[in-house]
Every structure is written in C-alpha cells, then in structure tokens.
C-alpha cells in the first residue's frame, strides 16, 4: 500500500518532487535569505511559505515545516473564497508529503483526496499542462535556483501567462526570470530588448512595486543608455519615506555602474533610516568593497578602506556564517590590506571544505577567486594560479568567471613565458570539444 501511494505522490506537482537538489548549503543559504525578506517585501504569501516549508523539511525541521504549510493555508482560509482555494493545489501536495516522510498515512492520503477534489473543480484550462497556480508557482519556486532552472523558470511561466494572460505576480515572475537567467556575453541586443520589454509590461502592470520599478529604470539605463539620474534618485527617496527597501538592489547597482561616490554616500545615508536590515548592511559591504576595488593605486587611502571594508562583511558574517560569498569577498580584502596571510588562510579553509556537495557554481567561483589571489601575490606561489584558473574552467557551468579563466588562460599561453602553454593548450582544446 505504502509503495503503491509513494508512486502516486511521485507524479504530484510540487516541491519535493521539482529535482529542487539536496543541497544543505544552498537550502541554509536559501532559508536565511528567506527569513531576512521585509514583511512588505513578501508579495506572495502562499508561494513563500510552501518553500519554506520544503526548504525546512528538507533540512530536518519537521515540525517548523508543518508549521509554515499550514500558515500558507491559513492564508488562503482567511481569504475564504472558492476560487482563492484553487491556489493551494501545490500546498496540498506538499502537506502530503511531509506526513508522509512522518509515517502518519492517514493524514497524508487526507491531503491527497483533498487535492483531487481541488483538481476535479479547478481542472487545468483546456491547452494547459498545468493549471496556471500550479506553473506560476513552479516558476517562482525554480528561479530562486541556478541558472538551468531560470530558464526552466522562464517556460513555466509564460505558462501560466498563456492561461493568465493579465495575471501580475507571472508577468513579475517572467520579467525576473529573463533579467536573471542570462550571463552577459549571452545577452545580444535582441536579447536585451525583449528583457526590458518585459521588465516594463510588469513594472506598467503594478506601478506600486519598488522592486519591478527600480529593475525598470536600471534596465532602461542599461540598455537605452538613458539618463536616469533623477529617477534613481526618486526611487531612493520613496524606499525611505516608505521603509521599504525592495528596489534597493537595483538603485546601487546603478550607481555602482554610473557614481561611485554617489552611491558611497546615498548607502551610507540608507543605512541611518535601515539600522537592523541586513539587506542593507549587504549593500553597503558591497559599496565599499567596490570602491576598494576601482582604486587602482595601492595606497594608504586604498588600505584603510579595505579595513572598513572588513568590518562591514565580518559584520554581515554573524548573519550568514556559511555565506561562500562574504568569505570570498573577505579573503580579497584582506590581500587588499596587505594582510595576505589571512587571505590565504580563509582559501584553506574554504578548500578544504570542497566536497561532492557543494555546487558546481559555488566551487567555480572557489576555484576563480583563489586564482586571481595567486595570480596577483606576486610570490613564488603566483605561477600555481594556473592551476586553478584550468580548475575553474573545468567546471560545467557557463558563467562569467568561467569564462574570464579562459581568456586569462589564453592570454598566458599568447605571452608564451609559462613553461605549462603546451598543456594549457590541449587543456582548452579539449573545453571546446567537450562545450
């Protein structure tokens, strides 16, 4: 019996059977990135939960994962409606599930009879796959993911759009997917085009959202060359006088890409009115990070601002402990601040840690960073970068770092001085085969 009913779950559309991975790394990351979301900045109650839910089970937290289901159906009973009730087709499964992994079938083949009585009266609309909360929500779960997966995110929403041609969260969901899903030498100016046109059908669709009005403005930068001075600087006032501090992400990465020293002091202004939000502290860590960065000499000015920089990540640390990024960026200002040592000992440490586990992207960039850090030491040790550039490269994973090791890879072997060009050169002969 219990076979027979775990072969009809496998065939149920949600979460834990959306080949979501099980990586405990991704999922922590995931789970405190979640729990960090604004109250305002949770649009959808339903799809947040139910991921949160399977995030935590999937981490051994049974009871706080009931917990989280249960309030994504309170969420849809408060609103008590027939039709709102369709919206929990996943929620359903996902509660299956979870007793089911307990061993209380009973409740578990509950949950299942409730959801064929939601399937048998919200049938999918004729020419659909899938009923449209069920791809919609799929394509929000799939997007938090890698980059294979926003793409896959990018299908099922449109979808859902096909069904819901006027339906905002999937025209949200679409315009994310596209700006997320592509590296930049991917993006060609037809590409870009269709980006933004749907990042504005989605921001015109709901004027009220900083998030979609924000990534607007940038992409119109970005891709029309616009002016947007006075607009960022509009949507900077309204996330303050709001105190909400969605579109955020967006605004700095302008003034990264346009007015460093703007962008220094507006996030140093945006922190006063964000004093607990470690969204915040992040891009202020960021800010500073860059600035450190486009500060070609190497001067005392150039290392103070490295130590601050520190500051603010070792900061940010106690909020994300296992963050491979905040420790990537903390060993690179360390050897900013001549303290090369420290550097190196966190490259170690983060090293020794690489196991089968740990994501093709995370180890990629693990591989990329430790590179540039020999490459740069100017030490004995500097020649070893090589090995870990072809490492970096090796990765199957079509980024902007792999692809960076490879033109450095090529630029050694042009140069002619490194006694390994020959076994560099079957070693990027063989990349082009096997891509």
């Not at 607009?231 to 990465?253: A, D, H, M, V, W």
């Not at 070792?314 to 994300?320: D, G």
Request: with cysteine; glycine share 4%.
């Amino acid at each position: 019996m219990n076979s027979h009913m775990k072969c009809s779950m496998e065939r149920l559309e949600c979460h834990f059977n959306w080949d979501l991975g099980c990586n405990k790394h991704k999922f922590k990351e995931l789970q405190r990135n979640m729990q960090d979301i604004e109250p305002q900045g949770i649009a959808w109650l339903v799809h947040y939960y139910n991921l949160l839910g399977f995030i935590q089970k999937s981490l051994g937290s049974d009871r706080e994962a009931l917990e989280s289901l249960q309030k994504a159906e309170s969420v849809i009973q408060e609103q008590g409606t027939e039709e709102t009730a369709v919206r929990l087709q996943v929620n359903k499964a996902n509660l299956a599930w979870v007793y089911f992994h307990l061993g209380e079938l009973e409740k578990s083949r509950g949950y299942l009879e409730e959801l064929e009585e939601l399937q048998r009266i919200h049938p999918a609309p004729p020419g659909c796959p899938l009923h449209p909360e069920v791809s919609g929500e799929k394509g929000w779960t799939l997007v938090k993911f890698n980059k294979s997966k926003k793409h896959k995110a990018i299908d099922y929403f449109k979808m859902a759009l096909e069904a819901e041609p006027e339906r905002e969260e999937w025209h949200k969901g679409l315009a994310l997917a596209m700006n997320m899903a592509f590296i930049d030498t991917e993006q060609t100016p037809e590409l870009k085009a269709e980006i933004l046109e749907k990042v504005k059908t989605a921001a015109e669709i709901d004027p009220n959202d900083l998030f979609l009005q924000s990534l607007y403005v940038l992409k119109k930068s970005e891709v029309k060359g616009e002016n947007v001075d006075e607009e960022i600087q509009s949507l900077l006032e309204k996330s303050i006088e709001t105190k909400n501090p969605s579109g955020l992400s967006s605004i700095f990465y302008y003034y990264r890409n346009n007015s460093t020293e703007k962008g220094f002091y507006e996030g140093e202004r945006v922190r006063k009115h964000f004093p607990t939000s470690t969204k915040v502290l992040k891009i202020v860590a960021n800010l500073h990070k860059w600035k450190v960065y486009n500060m070609k000499a190497d001067t005392e000015q150039r290392e103070n601002l490295a130590r601050k920089s520190i500051e603010l990540f070792e900061e940010l640390l106690t909020h994300y402990p296992d963050h491979l990024k905040v420790k990537l960026a903390l060993a690179s200002l360390h050897q900013y601040a001549h303290n090369t040592e420290k550097a190196n000992e966190i490259y170690q440490q983060l090293l020794s840690e690489i196991d089968d586990a740990m994501p093709h992207h995370r180890r990629q960039q693990l591989y990329y960073y430790y590179a540039s850090f020999l490459y740069h030491s100017r030490s004995r040790h500097s020649r070893d970068s090589v090995f870990f550039y072809m490492k970096a490269a090796a990765v199957p994973e079509m980024t902007g770092r792999r692809q960076k090791s490879i033109k450095i890879l090529e630029k050694i072997i042009s140069r002619g001085r490194d006694p390994r060009c020959a076994e560099i050169q079957h070693f990027l002969e063989g990349l082009v085969s096997s891509d």
